[in-house]
Nanobody, 125 residues
């Protein structure tokens, strides 16, 4: 069974940091690019960051570039999203997702074929 399990969300104040984790199972982890997108109720999903299947190239949305870092631990089948200098506008449910084909850009959330249940991130001002 394919699983992507997110963790690490929570409530923080503006300027603080959080690290999200996404642990994958049930599929060949090294064959897929893994990314994060977020969604606020009533708004469209927004791509945040993605790391390619080789885990050497990363892509970010302009709104998070320089503040967020995506990384991977192959031994743990886990992808992380380190979020620094958080802002109230970062408040959303964050989802971890996978793409099978090679990427050279930040994928649109519609391109992912499977995602997890999401984790809530709330940033207070």
């Amino acid at each position: 069974e394919v699983q992507l399990v997110e963790s690490g969300g929570g409530l923080v104040q503006a300027g603080e940091s959080l690290r999200l984790s996404c642990t994958a199972s049930g599929f060949p982890f090294d064959d897929y690019a893994i990314g994060w997108f977020r969604q606020v109720p009533g708004k469209a999903r927004e791509g945040v960051a993605c790391i390619d299947s080789s885990r050497t190239s990363t892509y970010y949305a302009g709104s998070v570039k320089g503040r967020f870092t995506i990384s991977s631990d192959k031994a743990k089948n886990t992808v992380y999203l380190q979020m620094n200098s958080l802002r109230p506008e970062d408040t959303a449910v964050y989802y971890c997702a996978r793409i099978y084909y090679p990427i050279t850009y930040l994928p649109d959330p519609q391109e992912y074929d499977y995602w997890g249940q999401g984790t809530q991130v709330t940033v207070s001002s």
